[in-house]
T-cell receptor
């Protein structure tokens, strides 16, 4: 069974630009969540989608947004990039949103903002 | 807001030594997961614990979940250089604003010297 797939793996953007990251969950998984990982803040929850609906959102500004498609694939978008947005963005999937489900992570997308 | 305290933050030991990493919260988890992360990669799941008092073994790794489901520990016996990495605990809290969200500890960077 293929794991969680994230694209692109690495990207460099300029301040003020926007970026879209893509995630394909494990086959059969309908819940997709996104996390940001930085050396200073660790792993922080961005949002979770289930059946194309956002179910929960972390404490991030409105520049961070996401969506989920009918095939469970998800994208997240960051607009008006700031230097502090440089981070590893991780996508994770699980079968449902049940809190007892194990979450499986992709390898992440490394974003550098210059 | 749920907080997850993980300690120690850094561990530097010699091959063959034993070690324990702790994860504590004032809130009750519905489940808790331990991950290991290599540089530049996403977290890889080691174990999920759900039942209070549960003990799980994975080769030289032993995971315990507290009776009250507020704390957990990871014990490694006879550590090897291949155990080097970032170890993360992550708790899922049932319901409310925690829906669908994993709260991560700050992580323990383990270095095992040959």
């Amino acid at each position: 069974k293929a794991g969680v797939t994230q694209t692109p793996r690495y990207l460099i953007k300029t301040r003020g630009q926007q970026v879209t990251l893509s995630c394909s969950p494990i086959s059969g998984h309908r819940s997709v969540s996104w996390y940001q990982q930085t050396p200073g803040q660790g792993l922080q929850f961005l949002f979770e989608y289930f059946s194309e609906t956002q179910r929960n959102k972390g404490n991030f500004p409105g520049r961070f947004s996401g969506r989920q498609f009918s095939n469970s694939r998800s994208e997240m978008n960051v607009s008006t990039l700031e230097l502090g947005d440089s981070a590893l963005y991780l996508c994770a999937s699980r079968p449902t949103s049940y809190s007892g489900n194990t979450i499986y992570f992709g390898e992440g997308s490394w974003l550098t903002v210059v | 807001t749920q907080l997850l305290e993980q300690s120690p933050q850094f561990l530097s030991i010699q091959e063959g030594e034993n070690l324990t990493v702790y994860c504590n919260s004032s809130s009750v988890f519905s489940s808790l997961q331990w991950y290991r992360q290599e540089p530049g990669e996403g977290p890889v799941l080691l174990v999920t614990v759900v039942t209070g008092g549960e003990v799980k073994k994975l080769k030289r790794l032993t995971f315990q979940f507290g009776d009250a489901r507020k704390d957990s520990s990871l014990h490694i016996t006879a550590a090897q250089p291949g155990d080097t990495g970032l170890y993360l605990c992550a708790g899922a809290y049932a319901g409310g604003t925690s829906y669908g969200k994993l709260t991560f500890g700050q992580g323990t960077i383990l270095t095992v010297h040959p």
